[in-house]
């Protein structure tokens, strides 16, 4: 790598050109990314890429005027100092706010570039550009704020919602409900069997991260997201896979008292906590009518219930 100061105007005039290609690529990206879930979000990234557009016309012109038609290949990977970007534009689909702050980042960056490179030069013409374009990008920092800080209109803020029940809410409803009632079985068949609070509670936890381990991956490999919108597909599985386990140690976490009779007790309120969680989550992000809510909960946990404790007393 290339230290700043051993730079050549020439060599700076064309890592500016190839700053401004850069970034004009990048908000082209987050334009496009955020095209169908926050339009007026992505109308603003497109007015940036028109920005930087105008700024690499008049870089290229000033190095065609000074130095000819060849420009070297200078990147910012090249030159020590810069901002190692995570690439947030290659993610799919995008998220807003880290969009925003990438903007803000970037604009910020290539400021100071700008400022660096204008005390270096001691060519007039070429001082006043890349004068005016810190100032420019000074501006575009400013707007990259206000962006991030702006409120979403009522379309986007339902989209936005309507992404986060899909990314979120559905995966970790989904390892919650299997969680609590997948476990309950073995659980408590284990409880009746043995009378011992620690046997069952190995016999919880096995149960558990087995399912969350196996839900995790279920989910992870179902879809990738890419036609779906549902995000990416191993922080689906992490989710799915987290609340499963979750759910599932929940109920098990009660047999570390050493009184069985006791540790069922609690275990049971503990489980319908549960049931009355899940009924509540689709309440409210899904639109379930309460009533069905909690006869497809409790129904369900209540049969899996009956079937641990038959087989524990058989």
């Given at each position: 790598?290339?230290?700043?100061?051993?730079?050549?105007?020439?060599?700076?005039?064309?890592?500016?050109i190839?700053?401004?290609?850069?970034?004009?690529?990048?908000?082209?990206?987050?334009?496009?990314?955020?095209?169908?879930?926050y339009?007026?979000?992505?109308?603003?990234?497109?007015?940036?890429r028109?920005?930087?557009?105008?700024?690499?016309?008049?870089?290229?012109?000033?190095?065609?005027?000074?130095?000819g038609?060849?420009?070297?290949?200078?990147?910012?990977?090249?030159?020590?100092?810069?901002?190692?970007?995570?690439?947030?534009?290659?993610?799919?689909?995008?998220?807003?706010?880290?969009?925003?702050?990438?903007?803000?980042?970037?604009?910020?960056?290539?400021?100071?570039?700008?400022?660096?490179?204008?005390?270096?030069?001691?060519?007039?013409?070429?001082?006043?550009?890349?004068?005016?374009?810190?100032?420019?990008?000074?501006?575009?920092?400013?707007?990259?704020?206000?962006?991030?800080?702006?409120?979403?209109?009522?379309?986007?803020?339902?989209?936005?919602?309507?992404?986060?029940?899909?990314?979120?809410?559905?995966?970790?409803?989904?390892?919650?409900?299997?969680?609590?009632?997948?476990?309950?079985?073995?659980?408590?068949?284990?409880?009746?069997?043995?009378?011992?609070?620690?046997?069952?509670?190995?016999?919880?936890?096995?149960?558990?991260?087995?399912?969350?381990?196996?839900?995790?991956f279920?989910?992870?490999?179902?879809?990738?997201?890419?036609?779906t919108?549902?995000?990416?597909?191993?922080?689906?599985?992490?989710?799915?896979?987290?609340?499963?386990?979750?759910?599932?140690?929940?109920?098990?976490?009660?047999?570390?008292?050493?009184?069985?009779?006791?540790?069922?007790?609690?275990?049971?309120?503990?489980?319908?906590?549960?049931?009355g969680?899940?009924?509540?989550?689709?309440?409210?992000?899904?639109?379930?009518?309460?009533?069905?809510?909690?006869?497809?909960?409790v129904?369900?946990?209540?049969?899996?219930?009956?079937?641990?404790?038959?087989?524990?007393?058989?």
């Open positions: 790598m290339r230290s700043f100061d051993s730079l050549s105007e020439r060599e700076i005039l064309a890592l500016a190839s700053l401004e290609e850069e970034d004009a690529r990048i908000f082209d990206d987050f334009a496009e990314g955020l095209k169908d879930s339009p007026a979000q992505s109308q603003q990234f497109a007015q940036l028109l920005s930087e557009d105008t700024h690499r016309h008049r870089l290229l012109d000033l190095y065609r005027k000074r130095f038609e060849h420009v070297p290949l200078i990147r910012r990977e090249d030159v020590r100092g810069f901002v190692r970007r995570r690439p947030v534009w290659l993610v799919r689909p995008l998220g807003l706010n880290a969009v925003r702050k990438a903007a803000e980042v970037m604009e910020l960056e290539t400021k100071g570039f700008y400022e660096a490179a204008a005390r270096r030069t001691t060519d007039v013409g070429m001082r006043q550009l890349l004068g005016d374009l810190a100032e420019e990008e000074r501006h575009h920092a400013h707007a990259a704020e206000r962006m991030a800080q702006s409120s979403l209109s009522e379309e986007e803020s339902a989209q936005q919602q309507r992404l986060f029940i899909l990314q979120v809410i559905q995966p970790a409803l989904a390892g919650l409900m299997d969680g609590s009632v997948s476990t309950l079985a073995p659980l408590f068949a284990a409880a009746f069997a043995t009378h011992n609070s620690l046997d069952t509670f190995r016999v919880g936890l096995a149960a558990s991260l087995g399912a969350g381990i196996s839900m995790g279920a989910e992870a490999l179902s879809d990738d997201g890419n036609l919108g549902r995000g990416h597909p191993w922080a689906r599985g992490g989710i799915c896979g987290l609340m499963t386990t979750l759910g599932g140690i929940g109920h098990s976490l009660p047999y570390l008292i050493s009184n069985y009779r006791a540790a069922t007790w609690i275990a049971v309120c503990v489980v319908a906590i549960e049931l969680l899940i009924a509540w989550i689709r309440r409210r992000f899904m639109d379930t009518p309460w009533s069905t809510a909690v006869i497809q909960v129904l369900g946990g209540a049969l899996v219930f009956l079937v641990g404790i038959l087989i524990g007393c058989s």
